[in-house]
DNA sequence: GTCTATACTGTGATAGAC
DNA sequence: GTCTATCACAGTATAGAC
């Protein structure tokens, strides 16, 4: 007895894929409701009503609500991680020319979507702390930042710390005191020229030859 | 018959002064309690017990929740609109000295009560928004500190507003990332150097002869 | 006007039947 | 896995004692 049942590879394959797109489908149902509620509005309730199920029934698949938020932080900046891979390709070769792309690039994603920045860059969610694991993109995102400021010729890690700290300030602002206009955005080249010029950078995109 | 009642003004002072007071311990109680499990961690059943109160009392001194809140918001700002008037009394004549004595006092502001930073600057309460009354003492030191810059001549209120993101990203970075360390603190000065000469002001002190 | 008791609704979470 | 029932806790509305 105790016999291995006779479930095939094939069987947990669909069953393992089943329930990943449940997964799937509760996360876009919660991204849903995040946007239209904000991201604390987001009720167990109404997520579960909105793919068919009762409320309990969504801890077969998350252990927690928090749980549930831990996934979409990892998604989020795993889709940020993404849009700077493709967006920083093409990025300028000087670092003043780099700066204004990555803080455009930053700008744009943390502003098409107010309850996903809050998420990724707010405490906003009383309780809520990301685990290791869907942390990692977000690490990995920074690294790379200043991997790039680096390979541009920055003189100091602690410049790109302010930097970043300029773009998220514009960012905060934007979203606390300006959502729909554009009376941030409008600053955001100005500022990155500031710290540009004030970490001394030259001001026109510099030519090759040294002499 | 419905004659006046035999209440003279003395009465009606002492009703007011109790009320008020009444109003106070609610008020310290609801600060002490957001000190302890944070400002989303408030709970009127918790702040009631502190007073001495069963919850609903609590709405015979303030119409709601968020009107406690509102009530905080409001008498936080006050407190900083005094501490900028006390230390903004010797603030340096030149443009980059006021700007790094008011950066530090705003980041030692914010960073001695996290709770209290993010009901000012942060929206951390899901529904809350001030009053205009509460709201009027924030503006009231936006619009000085405008004023204050203006007279050590600064030529664009742009670039305020740009320092200001930039001490609001370092703060919200601090409280975010490492709320018990120096690592933001240490890069204020810096941060407001960089700014100063990105807007182009001289270096040291400047003397008072043009020529 | 001030406070209490009670209760209503909505929340995240758990237990157990199917 | 999903359900129903239920729990503890939240904010708050109401009625009534003083």
Redesign the interface.
């Known amino acids: 007895m105790l016999d291995t049942p006779n479930v095939d590879r094939f069987d947990v394959d669909r069953r393992a894929r089943r329930r990943e797109s449940t997964r799937r489908e509760i996360l876009d149902a919660a991204w849903e409701v995040a946007r239209e509620s904000?991201l604390?509005?987001v009720t167990l309730r109404d997520v579960a009503e909105r793919v068919g199920m009762r409320a309990p029934s969504l801890y077969s698949h998350f252990e927690s609500k928090h749980a549930i938020y831990d996934a979409m932080f990892g998604e989020a900046w795993a889709d940020y991680e993404r849009v700077v891979r493709v967006e920083g390709a093409g990025a300028p070769d000087d670092l003043r020319g780099a700066a204004h792309a990555m803080s455009r690039t930053f700008f744009d994603f943390a502003v098409a979507d107010h309850a996903r920045y809050?998420l990724m860059?707010?405490?906003?969610v009383?309780g809520f702390e990301p685990s290791a694991e869907s942390y990692a993109p977000a690490v990995r995102v920074l690294e790379a930042t200043y991997a790039v400021a680096a390979e541009r010729g920055l003189a100091d890690p602690?410049?790109l710390?302010?930097l970043?700290?300029?773009?998220?300030?514009?960012v905060?602002?934007h979203?606390?005191n300006d959502p729909d206009g554009d009376r941030?955005e409008r600053?955001l080249p100005?500022?990155v020229?500031?710290?540009?010029?004030?970490?001394?950078l030259p001001r026109t995109t510099p030519e090759k030859d040294p002499a």
Chains 1, 2 share one sequence.
């Open positions: 904000g604390t509005g809050q860059n707010e405490r906003v009383p602690d410049d710390t302010i970043l700290a300029i773009i998220g300030g514009l905060a602002q979203l606390a941030y600053l100005r500022a020229d500031i710290w540009a010029d004030g970490i001394g």
